[in-house]
């Protein structure tokens, strides 16, 4: 099966603008989820979805962070205005429950440089 | 408040000798505990699960809810294994909380 999909693998852009990040889970997939890799650190949630709906968002900086996942497939995250500490990997995973347990499936990842 | 500690972040053996990544938790609850693993320039995947109790390319990790412990172990460790280890408990809200992981070089 293909594996989860994201788009650009890299960006670079100066603080204060604004950039998108694409992802296409693994089809049949409910659940989506949004994470901050930074440098030297383990992958960080931001944002969790079921479906279309979101499940935890708790650590999303939602002054300048948004998701969606419209239909309940892709799913967008946006940093608008970027600040020099949101320089990160960001990662996408999707995951389907097996029995008593669900196991999560990792993209690429986005690479993000804020200058 | 829950944490998860990977007291190594670099850990250099030689081929063959036996391998140990070290991870504690401090969770409420019974966490699920997992290994996920990132090779050089590949994705992050899972690597092994506590409740599985299997062995997955020589690797086991034991459950020690005494001492909130979950270690990864391998006997005789090889070159491929040279990699980013994270362990990551699931709590009640089934979200993974990763360490900050170990950086495993296996030298020949």
């Known amino acids: 099966e293909a594996g989860v999909a994201q788009s650009p693998r890299y960006k670079i852009i100066e603080k204060r603008q604004s950039v998108a990040f694409w992802c296409n889970p693994i089809?049949?997939?409910?659940?989506l989820y949004w994470y901050q890799q930074i440098l030297g650190q383990g992958p960080k949630l931001l944002i969790q979805f079921q479906n279309n709906g979101v499940v935890d968002d708790s650590q999303l900086p939602k002054d300048r962070f948004s998701a969606e996942r419209l239909k309940g497939v892709d799913s967008t995250l946006k940093i608008q205005p970027a600040k020099l500490e949101d320089s990160a990997v960001y990662l996408c995973a999707s995951g389907a429950r097996t029995g008593s347990t669900d196991t999560q499936y990792f993209g690429p990842g986005t690479r993000l440089t804020v200058l | 408040a829950q944490r998860v500690t990977q007291p190594e972040k670099l850990l250099s053996v030689f081929k063959g000798a036996p391998v140990e990544l070290k991870c504690n938790y401090s969770?409420?609850?019974?966490?699920?505990l997992f290994w996920y693993v990132q090779y050089s320039r590949q994705r992050l995947q899972l690597l092994l699960r506590?409740?599985s109790r299997e062995s997955i390319k020589g690797f086991t990790a034991d459950l020690n809810k005494g001492e909130t412990s979950f270690h990864l172990k391998k006997p005789f460790a090889q070159e491929e294994d040279s990699a980013m280890y994270y362990c990551?408990?699931?709590?009640?809200?089934?979200?993974?909380?990763f360490g900050s992981g170990t950086q495993l070089t296996v030298l020949p």
């Open positions: 089809s049949g997939h409910a659940t």
């Open positions: 506590h409740i």
């Open positions: 990551a408990p699931k709590g009640s809200a089934r979200q993974l909380t």
């Open positions: 969770y409420s609850g019974s966490p699920e």
